[in-house]
């Protein structure tokens, strides 16, 4: 049990609808991680928030968006949702720079 | 830019023999950190091993063991008396400034008895 913890496990839902995938960091982690991995693909950096604010944004598309609260969990936010966002979306934490990056489970979300 | 590459899309090696997968990077930074993930089958994302970039010696943990040449910014990891429950995609993933750990496209790898 790495201590991240993501929910839900598994989503199905239609395509045009918006989910939140939600992420618990391990206790004391400042950093949230999302990536997304399709199928056999590598893992694709979304963005990263640090204690609150953004840190580092990558290939994230424009119906994407995601936020950190102030107990540091946070959501990431998929709308109008299309047969390609169909993924496995991780989540991961870690502490102060150079700390090592644990994940989550991932949330499997399928879109049909 | 920062890239990392992982040259040996998939890879088969008998239990308990020895397998390396090799892994390059391209950075113009100086201190960095390096890890190698483990994705079997379930699709979870597992801590390997990590390797700070000024520290000079290999990391080891258990039967896996990096070779770091910072030099050639290469991070291979070994992986001796390979079991089947190794079997899984492996990822090298440095963890440069830009806060953000960059995944290689992974080698996967199958242990075979």
């Known amino acids: 049990d790495s201590g991240v913890t993501q929910t839900p496990k598994h989503l199905i839902t239609a395509t045009g609808q918006r989910v939140t995938l939600r992420c618990s960091p391990r206790s004391g982690d400042l950093s949230v991680y999302w990536y997304q991995q399709s199928l056999d693909q590598g893992l694709q950096f979304l963005i990263q928030y640090y204690n609150g604010e953004e840190r580092a944004k990558g290939n994230i598309l424009e119906r994407f968006s995601a936020q950190q609260f102030p107990d540091l969990h946070s959501e990431l936010n998929l709308s109008s949702l299309e047969l390609g966002d169909s993924a496995l979306y991780f989540c991961?934490?870690?502490?102060?720079?150079?700390?090592?990056?644990?994940f989550g489970e991932g949330s499997w979300l399928t879109v049909v | 830019a920062q890239t990392v590459t992982q040259s040996q899309p998939e890879m088969s090696v008998q239990e308990a023999e020895t397998v390396t997968l090799s892994c390059t990077y391209d950075t113009s930074e100086n201190n960095y950190y390096l890890f190698w993930y483990k994705q079997p089958p379930s699709r979870q994302m597992i801590l390997v091993i990590r390797q700070e970039a000024y520290k000079q010696q290999n990391a080891t943990e258990n039967r896996f063991s990096v070779n770091f040449q910072k030099a050639a910014k290469s991070f291979s990891l070994k992986i001796s008396d390979s079991q089947l429950g190794d079997t899984a995609m492996y990822f090298c993933?440095?963890?440069?400034?830009?806060?953000?750990?960059?995944f290689g496209t992974g080698t996967r790898l199958q242990v075979f008895p």
């Open positions: 991961a934490s870690s502490g102060t720079a150079g700390n090592t990056i644990y």
């Open positions: 993933a440095p963890h440069f400034n830009t806060d953000k750990l960059i």
